[in-house]
Each structure stands twice: as structure tokens, then as C-alpha cells.
């Protein structure tokens, strides 16, 4: 079993749908938790952080739920503009490398 | 933009020979980590720099190596290169060791 798991994709919305990712992890001792946006042949980068509480931030919406270790990521409202590949991120324990999944991707069409 | 620069932006080498790259981290920034991301692929973690000591690595070979200068900055070094080592290199610096990490553009690799 692979430590970060993602959604296959890809997803294909028209504009304005929601869609919703979802990551799972194997560590149950993972401390912190990411989503990253990755465009064609550029770098990650950083979408949210994902508390224990949940977090918003405009049309994005990040879950994490501890018990049964997955992370989910929720957009409103989609835009042409939120077309990319999104990561989800762990670390696994009290040290700093990042895992990541393999992306979802995402195609918001007009 | 995250203020991390990467170094060359392309390269292209053969098979037995050796790259260096190069990462510049964010102002104030002391941790630099190293990932290989190969097309289709998420980042995989390679080693992690803290105040230029060698602070965890993932599961690559030893002839990736690296080091980190006192201005923070950071070198990736592979050895006798093979095809599978073509891949976009990501440099990621942080405040500290367990704090967010901001990528730079990266560098893609290719190997023939």
C-alpha cells in the first residue's frame, strides 16, 4: 500500500460544478497535511494547509479526518482558472519529508 | 512568487556522467529538501538539509548527495547519471524543519 493515496482522476466539470478530492495515508502518527497545485511543467504550490478543525479559505474547503486517515478537498464554484493537478501532502512523523500522492487532475471546462 | 530559485532551469546530460543543481531558499529560510518528480508522478522526498547537516532521507541511492552552505543555499549532486534519473528536480526551502514548504521552479533533467 503506497503512503498517499489520491483520487485517480482524471476529473472533467463544467464550470461552476464542486468537486471534491480525497487522499488517504497509512501513518497514523502523520502530524501535518497539505494540498498543493501543480500546473503543467511548473512547480507545486501550496493551496492550503489542513488543520484538524477543517479550514476555508474562499471557494476551497480542506477536511481532514484523523480516525479514518484521509484528507479531502472540496472546490465551489469552479473557474476555468482552478484547471491543474492537485497533491495532496503529508509528513509522516516529527521529521520533515514530505510525501506526497501521485495528483488528481483536474479540467474545468466552459 | 515563493523566492526560491532553482538552477539551471534545463539540462541535458548522457548516461555515466555527473550534474550538480543548485537551489537559492527564501529570505530567512533554513531547510532546503530535494525532490524528484518524474512525469505523471507526485515529488518523491530525496534528503532534507537543516543548518547544513543532512536531516532525513527518502530512498534514493548514494550517489544522490548534497550539501548546504552557510547562506542556506543548496547543492544536488548525482553521480554516474542513468536514464531513469530524467525527471523535474524540486527544491523546497522552509522557516524550519517542520514548517510549509514553498517549491522553487525547478530543474528538468534529462538523461540520454
Known amino acids: 500500500r503506497k503512503e498517499v493515496e489520491q483520487d485517480p482522476g482524471p476529473f472533467n466539470v463544467p464550470e461552476g460544478a464542486t468537486v471534491a478530492f480525497n487522499c488517504t495515508y497509512s501513518?497514523?502518527?502523520?502530524?501535518?497535511f497539505f494540498w498543493y497545485r501543480q500546473d503543467c511543467r511548473k512547480e507545486p504550490k501550496l493551496l492550503m494547509s489542513v488543520y484538524s478543525s477543517g479550514n476555508e479559505d474562499g471557494r476551497f474547503t480542506a477536511q481532514l479526518n484523523r480516525a479514518s486517515q484521509y484528507i479531502s478537498l472540496l472546490i465551489r464554484d469552479s473557474k476555468l482558472s482552478d484547471s491543474a493537478t492537485y497533491l495532496c501532502?503529508?509528513?509522516?512523523?516529527?521529521?520533515?519529508?514530505?510525501?506526497f500522492g501521485a495528483g488528481t487532475r483536474l479540467t474545468v471546462k466552459p | 512568487e515563493t523566492g526560491v530559485t532553482q538552477s539551471p532551469t534545463h539540462l541535458i546530460k548522457t548516461r555515466g556522467q555527473q550534474v550538480t543543481l543548485r537551489c537559492s531558499s527564501q529570505s530567512g529560510h533554513n531547510t532546503v529538501s530535494w525532490y524528484q518528480q518524474a512525469l505523471g508522478q507526485g515529488p518523491q522526498f530525496i534528503f532534507q538539509y537543516y543548518r547544513e547537516e543532512e536531516n532525513g532521507r527518502g530512498n534514493f541511492p548514494p550517489r544522490f548527495s548534497g550539501l548546504q552552505f552557510p547562506n542556506y543555499s543548496s547543492e544536488l549532486n548525482v553521480n554516474a547519471l542513468e536514464l531513469d534519473d530524467s525527471a523535474l528536480y524540486l527544491c523546497?526551502?522552509?522557516?524550519?524543519?517542520?514548517?510549509?514548504?514553498?517549491f522553487g521552479p525547478g530543474t528538468r533533467l534529462l538523461v540520454l
Open positions: 523546497a526551502s522552509s522557516f524550519s524543519r517542520q514548517e510549509t514548504q514553498y
Open positions: 501513518n497514523s502518527a502523520s502530524q501535518s
Open positions: 501532502a503529508v509528513i509522516p512523523n516529527n521529521n520533515n519529508d514530505m510525501r
